[in-house]
C-alpha cells in the first residue's frame, strides 16, 4: 500500500503547494484581477485564459475569476473565455493527477477504499454523465474533483467535454453579476443571484436524484 499511497500524497502535495504559490503571488479580488489583466490591453483575453488555466491546479476560487471575467470582458465574452480557461485548466489537474497518481488509487486496499473503488468504478461507466453529474452538484469542489478524477480510470475526452458544459452554467452566472456591479440600476445582477439559486435548487435536485439510484432497494 506504500508506494500508490505516495503517490496519491504526491498529487495532494503538488496541489497544496501551487495553493499556497498562488495565494502568495496573485490578487485575492475580481477588482484586483480586472486592474492585473486589463493593463495588457489586446493582449488581455489571451493572458486572463492562460492565468485561469494556469491557476486552476493551484485550486485557486473560479468564482473569483468568472467574477472577473465579466468585469473585464462582459456576460457574453466573459463566459467564452471563463470556460475556456476553466475547461484548460480542469485538463492540467487532470493531466498531473494521471501523470503522477497513475494506477495509484486501483492498487490502494482497506474498506473505505473498496467503497470508494465501487463509485469509481460507476464513474468510469459512464465517464461523462457522472462526471458533469458532479459538476452540477452544490458545494462541489471542482478544482479537488479536477484532481480525483485524474487518478481513476476516465479519459481525458469525456472528461473536458463534460467540465466544460458543467462549467459554463456557473461560469455564466457569475460573469453576469461580474458585469452588472458598474451597473447598479441593471436587472442582471438580480437575474444572476436569481440563477444562482436555481442552480444550487437544480443541483441538490441532481444529486438527491443520483444517490436514489445508487443505493440498492431493499429486497
Known amino acids: 500500500m506504500g508506494k500508490p499511497l505516495v ?10 503547494m501551487l495553493f499556497a504559490a498562488a495565494a502568495l503571488l496573485l490578487p485575492h479580488s475580481p477588482s484586483q484581477l480586472r486592474v492585473a ?27 473569483i475569476l468568472a467574477l472577473a ?31 503522477l497518481g497513475a494506477g495509484a488509487f486501483a492498487q490502494l486496499s482497506g474498506r473505505r477504499v473498496r467503497r470508494l473503488r465501487a463509485v469509481e468504478a460507476r464513474v468510469s461507466e459512464r465517464p461523462f454523465r457522472s462526471v458533469l453529474v458532479l459538476r452540477l452538484m452544490p458545494g462541489m469542489p471542482a478544482t479537488w474533483l479536477n484532481y480525483a478524477v485524474g487518478i481513476t480510470r476516465v479519459r481525458l475526452a469525456p ?61
Open 69 to 99: 471575467s465579466g468585469l473585464l470582458f462582459g456576460p457574453g465574452w466573459g463566459t467564452l473565455l471563463g470556460v475556456a480557461g476553466a475547461t484548460l485548466g480542469a485538463m492540467v489537474s487532470f493531466a498531473i493527477a494521471r501523470r
Open 159 to 219: 472528461f473536458a467535454l463534460a467540465s466544460a458544459i458543467g462549467a459554463a452554467p456557473r461560469v455564466f452566472i457569475y460573469a453576469a453579476l461580474g458585469g452588472s456591479i458598474s451597473h447598479a440600476d441593471s436587472a442582471l445582477g438580480a437575474v444572476s443571484i436569481g440563477l444562482i439559486v436555481l442552480l444550487g435548487l437544480g443541483g441538490a435536485a441532481v444529486a438527491v436524484h443520483e444517490r436514489r439510484r445508487t443505493v440498492p432497494a431493499p429486497a
Open 37 to 63: 489583466i486589463a493593463g495588457y490591453g489586446w493582449a488581455a483575453p489571451l493572458v486572463f485564459v492562460a492565468l485561469w488555466t494556469a491557476v486552476t491546479p493551484a485550486l485557486f476560487s473560479g468564482t
Open 7 to 16: 503517490r496519491v500524497c504526491t498529487v495532494v502535495g503538488c496541489a497544496v
